[in-house]
Each structure stands twice: as C-alpha cells, then as structure tokens.
C-alpha cells in the first residue's frame, strides 16, 4: 500500500481549471494513467470502459467510496468539475 501512496499526488487546492482532459491529467492520471487503463500491480483499476454512470462517477470524485477507501477523495472539486472528468472518461477515454 506504501508504493500506492506514492502514485498519489495530494492537491487539495481549488482550481478554476473546467476543462475534464486538464482536470483527468492533474488529479487522476496519476494513478489511472494517461490512458485510463489503470495499473493492475498497484490495484489500480482501468477505467476506461467503466460502467459507472456519470452521476455515480461524480460521486466517487467528490465523496470518495461508501466502504472503499483505497480511492482518495476529491472534495475541493465541484460537481461540474467532476461531470467534466467523468465526461472525459467517457467519451474520450473510452475510445482510444
Ligand atoms: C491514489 C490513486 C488514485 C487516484 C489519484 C484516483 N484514483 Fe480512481 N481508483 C483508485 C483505486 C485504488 C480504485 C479502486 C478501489 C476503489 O474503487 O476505491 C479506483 C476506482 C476508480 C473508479 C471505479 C472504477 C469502476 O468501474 O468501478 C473510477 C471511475 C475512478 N477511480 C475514477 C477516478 C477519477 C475520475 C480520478 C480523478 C479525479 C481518480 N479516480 C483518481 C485509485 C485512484
């Protein structure tokens, strides 16, 4: 879980950034990757081709898991932020 720590890059600053692909890169390429396809040896799931739903998505952004808390919260992000990363994922990740 050490290593895992690692791949976290804690920003807990606001910012006025709007746009989900400057968004995805700062807060969760990190970890997921460029890509979206995650690292399967730090248990870092591809998502990609998630089949979270927008809202659900959001969610897990702003206020982490219900019971998972491997994923770290965004909670300095605000809901349009999140659309616009969830909406990144999905229709730009998904494809490439
Ligand atoms: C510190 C590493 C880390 C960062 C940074 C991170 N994630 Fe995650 N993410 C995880 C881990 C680990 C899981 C699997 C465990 C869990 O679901 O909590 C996960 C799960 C997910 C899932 C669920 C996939 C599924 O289909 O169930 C989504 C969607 C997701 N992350 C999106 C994001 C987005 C969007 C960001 C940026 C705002 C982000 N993550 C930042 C580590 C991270």
């Known amino acids: ?3 895992m720590l690692g791949c976290s890059k804690k920003n807990e600053e606001k910012t006025n950034v709007q746009s989900g ?3 995805y890169g700062a807060y969760c390429a990190s970890c997921h990757k460029d890509r979206g396809t995650g690292n399967f040896l730090f248990g ?3 998502i990609k081709d998630t089949e979270l739903t927008m809202s659900e998505i959001d ?3 702003r206020y982490g ?3 998972d808390k491997k994923m770290p919260m965004f909670s300095q992000l605000t809901s349009p932020q999140a659309y616009s990363i ?3 994922i999905k229709k730009h990740l998904r494809y490439q």
Do not use: T
Request: aromatic share 6%.
């Open 44 to 46: 870092i799931p591809r």
């Open 1 to 3: 879980m050490i290593s």
């Open 59 to 61: 969610q897990l952004i």
């Open 21 to 23: 692909k400057e968004l």
């Open 65 to 67: 898991h219900k019971d």
């Open 86 to 88: 969830a909406s990144y």
